[in-house]
């Protein structure tokens, strides 16, 4: 049982130049925070169970700090600029606690000009090639996450996905692909 649906109405995919203007704007009357939420809950076949992962990612615009609580694991790479290197906060020992599903816990962090944070959903990284012999896999998310780093985010997600589909050879996934940059 879940009143999420009922409450928040059906779910709808919005394009990433659309939630950028949102914050944008949002930003220009004052806003000083932005929250996104990515939610995946989906049954498991073997009982009336159901997994659910949620990440909500907070970006004070003012200080430059970031917040990710989540529960399930932390499914975000992270560029610091000032390091010129990459990390999986998944693979962080928060990340690797929260994948066990015991806790709900906060990850904070300074966001600095430069840096860059890639939200992505398992289906990602799951997507099959397509006759079903290979998965897309965390290696090649990650190095096109590294490789074009310096690329705009839209244009960014745009490489990624396209790299996805290509992969699967314009097949049809088994779940929806989303990729959130800031």
């Not at 962090?109 to 290979?134: I, M, N, Q």
């Not at 960014?156 to 692909?177: A, R």
Request: glycine share 8%; charged share 20%.
């Amino acid at each position: 049982y879940c009143v999420v649906p009922r409450l928040r109405g059906p779910e709808v995919s919005r394009a990433m130049p659309a939630i950028a203007a949102e914050v944008e704007r949002l930003a220009g009357s004052g806003i000083r925070e932005v929250t996104l939420l990515g939610q995946k809950i989906s049954k498991v076949v073997a009982g009336v169970h159901y997994l659910v992962n949620v990440n909500v990612f907070q970006l004070n615009l003012k200080t430059g700090k970031m917040v990710i609580s989540a529960f399930g694991p932390i499914t975000a790479l992270l560029y610091d600029a000032q390091k010129r290197g990459a990390l999986n906060l998944g693979d962080t020992a928060i990340g690797k606690e929260l994948a066990k599903r015991a806790t709900v816990k906060d990850l904070s962090f300074s966001f600095r000009t430069g840096d860059s944070l890639l939200y992505y959903t398992p289906s990602v990284t799951s997507a099959e090639s397509e006759d079903g012999s290979a998965t897309f896999g965390y290696s090649a998310l990650w190095d096109k996450y590294v490789k074009n780093i310096e690329s705009p985010a839209v244009e960014h997600v745009h490489l990624i996905t396209q790299s996805v589909f290509e992969f699967s050879n314009y097949s049809p996934l088994k779940e929806d692909v989303i990729l959130v940059k800031i």
